[in-house]
């Protein structure tokens, strides 16, 4: 069966300092991969999908990056953190073959930037 | 282009009550539909989808979704509802014309659903 791990879970960061927070995805092959952003009010907000390795798209131009350095891996990362960026940071995969597929999402990583 | 609108932020009901949770979509083609639930601190967990076939689709813990093409409608509904239901839930839609080898949903903003004893 497929798993999806994300850490840390939780992370609290002064401004100007840098973040990586990874995701990885076992078990599957070749999937479609999302970084998403949930802030307090509740909406998710997508950062970066990403097809295959080193395929990236950006949704929302942000001080945030991502990377996809193997295929079932995913990293979100930033140069220097603003407050504006804390929020709880949700991974999640769904096959690469089908557009009907529903997502996966990890645990989440709750992101406080002070 | 797609979206979905969650028309309540929340939803009261009794335990041992129905429930429903509303959304409405619109896509330029056919749409793909899916709920998910999120418990406190956690990610969204799946419940249902609706692809094609029979408009009354059921899912995870109890929960099945009605699809109204005419209204554009996918209501999530559960006969009987349980404390343990009370989480925020996600109604997404994908349009089933849309290109680009990824699979991108959109989203509802959510709906609080709180069961009291």
């Known amino acids: 069966s497929q798993t999806i791990h994300q850490w840390p879970a939780t992370l609290v960061q002064p401004v100007g300092s840098p973040l990586s927070l990874e995701c990885t995805v076992e078990g599957t092959s070749n999937p479609n991969l999302y970084w998403y952003r949930q802030a307090a009010g509740r909406g998710l907000q997508l950062l970066f999908y990403s097809v295959g390795i080193g395929q990236i798209s950006s949704e929302v131009p942000q001080n945030l990056s991502a990377s996809r350095p193997q295929d079932r891996q995913f990293i979100l990362s930033s140069k220097k953190l603003l407050l504006s960026d804390s929020g709880f940071y949700l991974c999640a995969w769904s096959p690469g073959t089908s557009g009907f597929q529903e997502q996966y999402f990890g645990p989440g990583t709750r992101l406080t930037v002070t | 282009a797609q979206s979905v609108a969650q028309p309540e932020d929340q939803v009261k009901v009794a335990e041992g009550n129905p429930l429903t949770v509303k959304c409405t979509y619109s896509v330029s083609g056919n749409p793909y539909l899916f709920w998910y639930v999120q418990y406190p601190n956690r990610g969204l967990q799946f419940l249902l989808k609706?692809?094609?076939?029979?408009?009354l689709v059921k899912g995870s813990y109890g929960f099945e979704a009605e699809f109204n093409k005419s209204q554009t409608s996918f209501h999530l509904k559960k006969p009987s509802a349980l404390v343990s239901d009370s989480a925020l839930y996600f109604c997404a839609v994908r349009d089933l014309t849309s290109s680009g080898g990824s699979y991108i949903p959109t989203f509802g903003r959510g709906t609080s659903l709180i069961v009291h004893p």
């Open positions: 609706y692809i094609t076939g029979d408009n």
